[in-house]
């Protein structure tokens, strides 16, 4: 029999609380995290708007931050999330915890990219019009901070968490795109479920709240552009909707092994009962029309988790707010779940703090977590016109409650990268 693998501590830094309880708090009140970017001028851009963690400070968590000056918010996310999500599952100040067998599997993105400084250098190696590359990569070496540079990479931050934890055992990091910290949760739990470790940090992070990663998703007119009023601009599966809202942040939860966990008197918020992961295989950018990816990789959390269509009590849905994915998703749970799925509640709590993209998965299975602990389940804020192509049930503008003891969540990303995860009450 394959070991069982249960969640016994979890934290975050998201848009709407930099904690479990502010973060849910949050939700429960329907608050929006979308806002006016402040971190450089977004004026001239088509999308001026975006979802970012406010008022962040590493020192508040560690005390060596200064170790740390080099990195990205991504980085200090990670740290801050993963800081309180040790502290939770009480595993901080165990002494006898065998670093060999404690890893790290993180679905963490790229640092910031340094586009002042790249367009800087480009306007001062230009001469007649054209870029000197010569002079352009002399100034770049003469220029570029080599510290800066090297935590930009995103395998950084897994071992940056390694080293703050003393994780000696397996350190791994996929960039799947949206799916990755949902991938890197489900890898890990592979990776415990077989016996290559008995505790597993896990998640994402990640901020792409810069110009070029504005830009890109502008060109790729996958943005809302709903200037009038950013706190409604993410209104997945309503008929309105224009495009998702970037956002940035971390999540992070500590996978243990059922019995590790047990005789360590631990407490267990649920336990990860399903895997699914899936390709597209079709387009860079596009999901398949029929769902073709998305509906196996549904299929296979359910039957890894060995559970029927009738027994999801909560669909946390990728749900971005984009035309093509919330319609492709909605069909795709039809298809998984046949007459079950309209009996099923939906949300998406992209709805109130935008897309955290790589990280976005994460965040969305801490959410199913603390709706199985607290029998409540997030709202779809902004829902008021009725889409005919999206016909499942919402959970429009309002929380709800409801016994929950079994939730699925999933992560599509672009190329065609799916994940869905299935979470349960934990039963011994």
Not at 47 to 65: C, E, G, H, W
Request: charged fraction near 20%; aromatic fraction near 8%; charge should be negative.
């Amino acid at each position: 029999m394959r070991r069982r693998v249960v969640v016994t501590g979890m934290g975050c830094m998201t848009p709407v609380g930099k904690t479990l309880d502010t973060m849910w708090d949050s939700m429960m009140e329907c608050r929006s995290g979308i806002d006016w970017i402040s971190y450089f001028d977004a004026s001239k851009f088509p999308t001026k708007f975006a979802s970012q963690v406010k008022d962040f400070d590493l020192k508040n968590y560690i005390d060596n931050a200064e170790r740390f000056k080099y990195a990205g918010r991504n980085i200090h996310f990670a740290i801050g999330a993963a800081t309180e999500a040790m502290n939770d599952s009480g595993l901080q100040d165990m002494k006898n915890l065998d670093p060999s067998t404690f890893g790290v599997y993180l679905g963490a993105g790229e640092g910031a990219q340094d586009f002042n400084l790249f367009m800087g250098l480009i306007a001062q190696a230009r001469v007649d019009d054209e870029v000197d590359l010569e002079a352009f990569a002399r100034l770049g070496m003469e220029q570029l901070h080599a510290e800066s540079e090297l935590e930009q990479e995103p395998n950084m931050t897994a071992g940056h968490l390694a080293s703050l934890f003393n994780a000696q055992g397996p350190n791994m990091n996929c960039l799947t795109a949206c799916a990755a910290s949902s991938q890197a949760i489900g890898e890990a739990t592979e990776m415990i479920r077989r016996g290559d470790a008995n505790v597993m940090i896990s998640g994402g992070a990640h901020s792409m709240i810069h110009p070029f990663g504005l830009t890109g998703f502008n060109l790729l007119t996958a943005l809302s552009t709903h200037n009038e009023n950013p706190q409604e601009a993410s209104r997945p599966f309503d008929k309105n909707r224009d495009g998702f809202v970037l956002g940035e942040g971390a999540g992070i939860l500590i996978l243990e092994e059922l019995e590790h966990a047990q005789a360590r008197g631990a407490k267990i918020y649920g336990e990860l009962a399903g895997y699914g992961s899936t390709a597209d295989a079709y387009r860079v950018t596009d999901i398949h029309p029929e769902g073709r990816g998305a509906t196996a990789c549904i299929r296979m959390a359910l039957n890894d988790a060995g559970v029927n269509t009738d027994s999801i009590d909560y669909i946390n849905a990728h749900g971005t707010s984009t035309k093509v994915n919330d319609q492709v998703e909605t069909l795709a749970c039809k298809q998984a779940l046949g007459e079950y799925a309209q009996g099923t509640p939906v949300s998406s709590i992209k709805s109130m703090m935008g897309h955290l993209i790589a990280a976005a998965g994460s965040v969305e299975a801490i959410t199913c977590l603390l709706a199985i602990n607290r029998n409540v389940l997030p709202p779809t804020i902004n829902y008021e016109t009725p889409d005919p192509v999206c016909d499942l049930d919402y959970i429009a503008n309002q929380p709800r409650e409801t016994q929950v003891t079994t939730c699925l969540s999933n992560s599509f990303g672009f190329g065609g990268q799916n994940v869905s995860l299935i979470f349960r009450e934990f039963a011994a």
